[in-house]
């Protein structure tokens, strides 16, 4: 069969280093009988070992011309059922069965990674775990605690949904074509329970993006629009600091505030 091309319009990175494709199996550590997904399995290079271990594999792949090349690799490892399509219109409540949650995985295209993410925010309660290779900048955000440089709207609204736990970098020479930039995986398991109560997701994430759009400005700037300086204090919060200083409970105290239960 031919080789297949990387293509750019599709963000293709395969990777190809085994040591680093054994770490991530260990880390992911899947099980037979278990309900794992893999988005964007390229020529199967976490494919097929995913299939030795599990017996049973779904997959969505967009680009239609690399289907039959990852039949042919993988295919005769267990069941792989392929979905191809996009995966930010893909419904996932077509996977589930009954008594278990969906573990995803994925190498995902840097550019829509953080659409993805949130995409898949609809599913969280289906969900067990997932993890994920992403540029490392990305992971940085992800799991960023206040005060720090990567810190950002991306951090707080990750950190609502999900616990984050950054695993390890990933070089740019594992994969083929090499990437521009490094890599690294991470996991995202759903909270059970929100880590803190929030009455209108969506207004709050709208606040959150607000506070970010001009780092450089205080909350009391920034916010003028929306909060009072009795709300400030109501909140026990200093108007004079900035968004990347406030943790996920300091704005949602702010939030819940500003914008109480049941109101809209």
Same mark, same amino acid.
């Given at each position: 069969?031919?080789?297949?091309?990387?293509?750019?319009?599709?963000?293709?990175?395969?990777?190809?280093?085994?040591?680093?494709?054994?770490r991530?199996?260990q880390?992911?550590?899947?099980?037979?009988?278990?309900?794992?997904?893999?988005?964007?399995?390229g020529?199967?290079?976490?494919?097929?070992?995913?299939?030795?271990?599990?017996?049973?594999?779904?997959?969505?792949?967009?680009?239609?011309?690399?289907i039959?090349?990852?039949?042919?690799?993988?295919?005769?490892?267990?069941?792989?059922?392929?979905?191809?399509?996009?995966?930010?219109?893909?419904?996932?409540?077509?996977?589930?069965? @009954?008594?278990?949650? *969906? /573990?995803?995985?994925?190498?995902? =295209?840097?550019? !829509? +990674?953080?659409?993805?993410? &949130?995409?898949?925010?609809?599913?969280?309660?289906?969900?067990?775990?997932?993890h994920?290779?992403?540029?490392?900048?990305?992971?940085q955000?992800?799991?960023a605690s206040?005060?720090s440089?990567?810190?950002?709207?991306?951090?707080?609204?990750?950190?609502?949904?999900?616990?984050v736990?950054?695993?390890?970098?990933?070089?740019?020479?594992?994969?083929?074509?090499?990437?521009?930039?490094?890599? @690294?995986?991470?996991? *995202? /398991?759903?909270?059970?329970?929100? =880590?803190?109560? !929030? +009455?209108?997701?969506?207004? &709050?994430?709208k606040?959150?993006?607000?506070?970010?759009?001009?780092?450089?400005?205080?909350?009391?700037?920034?916010?003028?629009?929306?909060?009072?300086?009795?709300q400030?204090?109501?909140a026990?919060?200093?108007?004079?600091?900035?968004?990347?200083?406030?943790?996920?409970?300091?704005?949602?105290?702010?939030?819940?505030?500003?914008?109480?239960?049941?109101s809209?």
């Amino acid at each position: 069969m031919k080789q297949h091309v990387a293509r750019k319009r599709f963000g293709q990175n395969f990777l190809t280093d085994p040591n680093i494709i054994e770490r991530i199996i260990q880390s992911i550590n899947p099980k037979e009988d278990e309900r794992l997904v893999e988005i964007g399995p390229g020529l199967g290079a976490l494919t097929c070992p995913l299939l030795s271990h599990t017996g049973k594999l779904d997959v969505i792949e967009l680009d239609r011309d690399i289907i039959p090349k990852l039949r042919v690799n993988c295919g005769t490892r267990g069941e792989l059922n392929i979905h191809q399509g996009d995966v930010l219109q893909f419904d996932f409540n077509e996977l589930l069965e @009954a008594g278990k949650k *969906l /573990r995803l995985i994925g190498n995902l =295209p840097y550019n !829509i +990674s953080t659409p993805i993410i &949130f995409h898949l925010v609809n599913y969280a309660q289906q969900i067990h775990d997932m993890h994920f290779m992403l540029q490392k900048e990305v992971v940085q955000r992800l799991g960023a605690s206040p005060g720090s440089e990567h810190y950002s709207r991306l951090s707080v609204m990750t950190q609502y949904y999900f616990k984050v736990s950054p695993l390890f970098l990933v070089p740019p020479e594992a994969f083929s074509p090499r990437p521009k930039v490094d890599s @690294a995986i991470v996991r *995202l /398991r759903p909270h059970k329970t929100p =880590p803190v109560e !929030i +009455s209108d997701v969506e207004a &709050f994430r709208k606040m959150i993006n607000l506070a970010f759009s001009q780092r450089r400005k205080t909350l009391r700037n920034v916010l003028k629009g929306i909060c009072t300086p009795e709300q400030f204090e109501a909140a026990e919060l200093d108007p004079g600091r900035r968004a990347e200083q406030l943790s996920l409970q300091e704005f949602s105290r702010l939030f819940n505030i500003i914008q109480p239960t049941g109101s809209r």
